[in-house]
């Protein structure tokens, strides 16, 4: 079963609610719970759907930025 990305925002919308609102239990639309044990479970399940929406979206995060500066002319 191929997961969507709207599928995956919307699971990392919930994660990040539930992160800052300090709860450990997500639920979802067809009410089914997932209780985390810890808030560094719940930051690591969150940086395993970024992994997943970089991957879908093709962005991987910068290794290296460039500047390029000018005087004016």
Do not use: C, Q
Not at 11 to 24: E, H, I, N, Q, T
Request: zero cysteines.
């Amino acid at each position: 079963m191929a997961v969507t990305l709207a599928k995956l925002n919307e699971w990392r919308d919930r994660l990040m609610d539930a992160k800052f609102s300090g709860v450990l239990i997500v639920t979802d639309s067809t009410g089914e719970s997932v209780r985390y044990r810890s808030h560094s479970e719940l930051a690591s399940a969150l940086s395993n759907l970024d992994a997943e929406i970089r991957k879908l979206t093709g962005g991987e995060r910068p290794s290296t930025i460039l500047f390029s500066t000018s005087k004016g002319l």
